[in-house]
């Protein structure tokens, strides 16, 4: 399995912008589809978005697109989660994840998991 570490999150007002890292190391990372996913607090683990292998691809959740994007650098190991014009609605946990497919959305078809980074936006 790939092993994974987000960087990144923090405190931000509404409005304001973070990017997120997730590191990989231990596999080939360009053998992975990644993705995103967030877990607010009492709520379900939601899929954000995801990259295919050779990031030629890309899927988001209705709700980010056009707010989010998502990239990969394989040179570097690394992906990325470009987050713009944040709401309240938009604190969690984000995590990012490695699945053996070439692109998936679906969170049991990701088999390794970073351990998360919180965002918190205010109002």
């Known amino acids: 399995q790939v092993q994974l570490v987000e960087s990144g999150g923090g405190s931000v007002q509404t409005g304001g912008s973070l990017r997120l890292s997730c590191a990989a190391s231990?596999?080939?990372?360009?053998?992975?589809?990644m993705g995103w996913f967030r877990q607010a607090p009492g709520k379900e683990r939601e899929f954000v978005a995801a990259?295919?292998?050779?990031?030629?691809?890309?899927n988001y959740s209705g709700s980010m697109k056009g707010r989010f994007t998502i990239s990969r650098d394989n040179a570097k190991n690394t992906v990325y989660l470009q987050m713009n014009s944040l709401k309240p609605e938009d604190t969690a946990v984000y995590y990012c994840?490695?699945?053996?497919?070439?692109?998936?959305?679906?969170?049991?078809?990701?088999?390794?998991w970073g351990q998360g980074t919180q965002v918190t936006v205010s109002s």
């Open positions: 231990g596999r080939t990372f360009s053998n992975y589809g």
């Open positions: 990259v295919s292998s050779t990031g030629g691809n890309t």
């Open positions: 994840a490695a699945t053996v497919y070439y692109i998936a959305i679906d969170m049991r078809r990701f088999s390794s």
